[in-house]
C-alpha cells in the first residue's frame, strides 16, 4: 500500500485509541471502551498528538477538564513531558497541549506551560462547538472509574495512585504469586523514587499495606494489601461496573505515538524502498519494546533476523498495523 493509505490506517486506530479511553472516563461514545486501567495525564499528551487529526477529541478534552481538571495530577503530567522530551525533538506533537494549558485557570498549569517550551503556536483551526459527544454524569462517571474516586478520596497524587494500582494488578494476577515493592511502583507509575517511598511508609502506617517479613525482592521490602481496612473506607467501591482487567504503563502507548510521528517525519520525501524498510523495521522493533514494558500482553512476533531485501513493504506496512490494532484490541476486549 502507499506511505499514505498507511499512515492513515495507523492515524485512525490511534484515534480511535484516544476515543475508547475518553469513553470510559465519561465521554457518551458509541465507540468501544477502554478496559484496562485508566491514565488521565497520559490520555491528554495522547489527544494532543493526534487531536489535530480529529479536532472533536480537543473540544471533548477542553469540557472533560472543566469539570475534572482538579483531578488532573500536574506534577505526574511534568514527569511525562520530561520523559517525552517534548521540549526538544517533540516539540510539535505538543502544541495543542501548550493550547489547552494557556486556557486553564489555576496557576500550578503554568509551569507546563513553561516546561513545554513558549514556541509560537500555529494558527488554531476553526473547531465546532457544538460537538455531539457529551460527557455523562458526574456519579455514573466515578462509578466506572476507580481512579478518579480514590482522587477525589486521597487527593491528586501518589496516595491515590499507588491504592489504584496496588488494587488493580491484585485483581489482574490473584490467582499467581503478586507482591507490592517500590521500585516496581516507581517504574509503572513514573513518580519518583523517594516519592514512592514516602506514600507506602505512609500507607503502612495508616493501615493499608503491611510489610511481608517472609519475602523480598533484592534488598525492597515486599507489601501486601490491608484489604480489611481499603474495604472499610471504600465500601468495596473497588469491585465496579466496569473492571479493571489488567493495567497498562499508557505512557509507553504516547511513546509509540510519538514514534509514528517520528516515522512519519522521516519517510517524508522518501522514495527508496530500501530506506523506507529499514525506518520501519526500527519502528516495529521499538514498538514491541514499548508494547513490553507497557504490559500489553500479546504474542507478538518480529521477523527480525530475516534480510530485509526478503522482506516486502507491504509485509512491513501490515505487521506494524498490526501493532497498534493489537494494543487497540487488547484494552478493549473483555478477554
Known sequence: MSLEKFF??????????????????????????????????????????????????????????????????????????????????????????REVVLKQKTTRWKSIFNLLGANALKKKQKRDRNIHKKLDIHEKTIQRNLQLYLRLMFGVGTRADVIYYSLVVFEQRKNAAWFISAPQISKMLHYNNSSIHRTIHDLEQAGFLAVDPTKK??????????????????????????????????????????????????????SDDSIIKSRLQDYIKSCSMLMSEARIDI????????????????????????????????VTSRG
Not at 473492571?243 to 505515538?257: A, I, L
Not at 533476523?305 to 498495523?321: C, F, H, R, Y
Not at 497498534?324 to 487488547?330: D, G, L, V
Request: charged share 30%.
Open 217 to 270: 525482592i533484592g534488598k525492597n521490602k515486599v507489601y501486601s494489601l490491608n484489604f480489611n481496612k481499603i474495604g472499610k473506607i471504600t465500601k468495596n467501591i473497588f469491585r465496579w461496573e466496569v473492571q479493571n482487567k489488567h493495567y497498562v504503563d499508557w505512557f509507553k502507548v504516547v511513546e509509540v505515538f510519538l514514534l509514528i510521528e517520528q516515522l512519519k517525519r522521516q519517510l517524508e520525501d522518501i
Open 8 to 97: 492513515n490506517n495507523m492515524r485512525k486506530t490511534e484515534i480511535d485509541l484516544v476515543w475508547c479511553h475518553w469513553n470510559r472516563l465519561g465521554v457518551m461514545g458509541s465507540e468501544k471502551m477502554n478496559l484496562c486501567s485508566t491514565d488521565p495525564e497520559a490520555l491528554i499528551l495522547l489527544t494532543s498528538i493526534v487531536g489535530h487529526y480529529d479536532l472533536r477529541l480537543i473540544e471533548i478534552m477542553m469540557e472533560w477538564l472543566d469539570r475534572y481538571e482538579p483531578l488532573v495530577s500536574v506534577e505526574r503530567l511534568k514527569r511525562y513531558i520530561r520523559e517525552s522530551d517534548a521540549n526538544k525533538s517533540n516539540s510539535e506533537a505538543f502544541d495543542i497541549l
Open 299 to 330: 504474542e507478538d512476533t518480529f521477523i527480525a533476523t530475516n534480510a530485509l531485501v526478503s522482506i516486502g513493504l507491504d509485509e512491513l506496512e501490515s505487521k506494524a498495523l498490526s501493532q497498534i490494532n493489537s494494543i487497540y484490541r487488547f
